[in-house]
């Protein structure tokens, strides 16, 4: 695990209030940006389960539309009061609040996600506690993250970019996932290179090709997902 300079949650919260009207039209309007986001959405039709979806990190509500289109009902949490504004628009149900202290009731969603977000809480651990808190049994929590691989640790080493997160091995996190009581059922890779040479190159066949690879080394990844089942309980044990 890389730990670079972590904001504070204020921070955070003032930083992304700022960056709130921008947030969708720069990360996802760009024919890379919309290739990053159906890559993504295809992994959360995987995976995921209905009816009840819960996203931690909601940003403007990229997903909001799309959950509610597969028939699901969607319900998000954001530390940000204008991001939480933008996605009001939608119509869907917010919570403005911390993704470490969760302020809902026990046991009440089928999915959990958290994507783009994970490696930017000082206590990503308590997420997990708290995803697996939230979630009925036999429910699922996806977790898309930044990676650490020998390749990042170099970049990070020649200060070219400024950083302030984690990066987690697929390993690290999968064991996140088993210490909260989740059963890891997947992990591996989501994308293979960096998110912004997506965004500036066009996206040719041969680079699809060579993203979805599955003879890709996973040292090479950039970004990462891991996936935990909130075990039923036993016969006679309550949820
Ligand atoms: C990079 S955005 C990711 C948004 C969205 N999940 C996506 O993939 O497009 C991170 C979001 O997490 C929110 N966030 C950061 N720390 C948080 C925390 N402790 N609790 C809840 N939300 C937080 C930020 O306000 C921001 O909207």
Redesign the pocket.
């Given at each position: 695990m890389i730990k670079t300079n972590l904001r504070s949650?204020s921070t955070?919260?003032k930083v992304?209030d700022k960056e709130s009207p921008v947030y969708y039209p720069k990360r996802f309007s760009s024919e890379g940006g919309k290739y990053i986001d159906f890559i993504e959405k295809e992994l959360l039709i995987r995976y995921g389960k209905g009816p009840s979806l819960f996203?931690?990190?909601?940003?403007t509500g990229?997903f909001v539309g799309f959950v509610e289109k597969t028939g699901w009902d969607y319900t998000g949490?954001?530390?940000?009061a204008q991001?939480l504004r933008l996605s009001r628009d939608n119509g869907c149900k917010l919570v403005q609040?911390?993704?470490?202290e969760i302020p809902l009731r026990s046991s009440i969603f089928d999915t959990v996600i958290c994507?783009?977000?994970f490696h930017?809480?000082p206590s990503p651990l308590a997420c997990v506690r708290e995803s697996q808190r939230i979630l009925k049994p036999g429910g699922l929590l996806i977790l898309i993250f930044e990676t650490d691989n020998w390749l990042r640790r170099i970049v990070l080493r020649t200060h070219m970019f400024d950083s302030d997160q984690y990066y987690f091995r697929t390993q690290e996190v999968a064991a996140m996932i088993q210490s909260c009581a989740l059963t890891p059922m997947a992990q591996g890779s989501v994308l293979k290179f960096p998110m912004d040479l997506y965004r500036r190159l066009p996206i040719t066949k041969w680079l699809k090709q060579l993203d979805s690879s599955s003879h890709w080394p996973s040292w090479f990844a950039t970004l990462g997902f891991a996936i935990g089942r909130k075990d039923e309980p036993e016969d006679g044990a309550l949820a």
């Open positions: 949650k955070v919260m992304y996203e931690i990190g909601t940003a990229r949490i954001d530390i940000s991001m609040g911390d993704a470490e994507l783009h977000t930017f809480l």
